[in-house]
C-alpha cells in the first residue's frame, strides 16, 4: 500500500478536477489522504480561478489581436497622487496571450510578491520604456500634462525586441500620437498589459 507521502507525490501531478485517478484516492479511508485530496483539489481550483481571472484580464487585448494588432503596449504612471517628486511612467509590450501569475494592478498585490512579478514581466516583455517627468517641470504645466509627457517618453524609450507599439491601451489617459489607443477607466485592474506596466 502506497504511504501518504507517495499518494501526496502522485497527486501533485493531476492537473484537472474530473481526472479519474481521484477515485482510486478518494476510496482510500486515511485522514491523510483524504486531507491531501482537499488540499490538491483547492490548489487546483485555485489555478483554474486565477486562469479565468487573467484571460478575463486579456479581454482588450484579445479584440485587438483579432483586429490584427500585434504590439499592444499598456502604459501606467506613479507619482500623480503625491504632492512633491516625479511622475514617473512605464510602458510594456508582453507577448501575445502571455498569462503571468498573480499579475494585477499593482495596489492589490501585496509588497513581498512585487519583486517576483516584476522579475517575470522583465523576462518575457518584448520591451519596456520608461518616462520621468521632474518636479519642474510639473510645476511649468501641471501634474495632468506632465503625466502625457511621461507617457510620451516612456513609449519613446522603448527597449528589447519590440520597440514600436501598434496599439496603446493607456490607464485613463488620452495621448496626443498617431498611434491608436484606447484609454480604460481603472485600466490597471482591466488590462494585463497595463497592471504589467503598474508593476514596472
Known amino acids: 500500500m502506497a504511504t501518504v507521502k507517495e499518494i501526496k ?7 484537472s478536477l474530473d481526472d479519474a485517478r481521484w477515485q482510486d484516492y478518494e476510496s482510500d479511508g486515511r485522514a491523510g489522504v483524504q486531507k491531501a485530496i482537499q488540499q490538491r483539489k483547492k490548489a487546483i ?4 480561478d486565477e486562469d479565468l481571472r487573467l484571460e478575463n484580464m486579456l479581454r482588450y487585448e484579445k479584440e485587438l489581436y483579432q483586429q490584427g494588432y500585434q504590439a499592444i503596449a499598456g502604459i501606467d504612471e506613479v507619482g500623480r497622487g503625491p504632492l512633491a517628486g516625479p511622475v514617473v511612467t512605464a510602458c510594456v509590450i508582453l507577448p501575445k496571450n502571455c498569462k503571468i501569475k498573480h499579475l494585477n494592478d499593482s495596489k492589490k ?3 513581498k510578491h512585487h519583486e517576483e512579478i516584476y ?5 518575457r516583455a518584448l520591451g519596456i520604456g520608461i518616462g ?10 501641471n501634474i495632468y500634462e506632465a503625466t502625457k509627457v511621461g507617457m510620451l517618453q516612456a513609449i519613446n524609450q522603448l527597449k ?14 488620452h495621448l496626443e500620437t498617431s498611434i491608436p489607443q ?14 504589467a506596466a503598474s508593476i514596472v
Not at 522579475?119 to 523576462?123: G, T, V, Y
Not at 528589447?160 to 489617459?173: R, S
Open 9 to 15: 507525490e502522485a497527486l501533485a501531478a493531476i492537473e
Open 45 to 48: 481550483q485555485a489555478d483554474i
Open 109 to 111: 498585490i501585496p509588497k
Open 119 to 123: 522579475q517575470e514581466i522583465l523576462a
Open 132 to 141: 520621468i517627468v521632474d518636479n519642474n517641470v510639473i510645476d511649468q504645466i
Open 160 to 173: 528589447g525586441e519590440v520597440t514600436k507599439p501598434d496599439y496603446l491601451l493607456i490607464d485613463a489617459m
Open 182 to 195: 484606447q484609454s480604460l477607466i481603472k485600466g490597471d485592474a482591466n488590462s494585463l498589459s497595463i497592471a
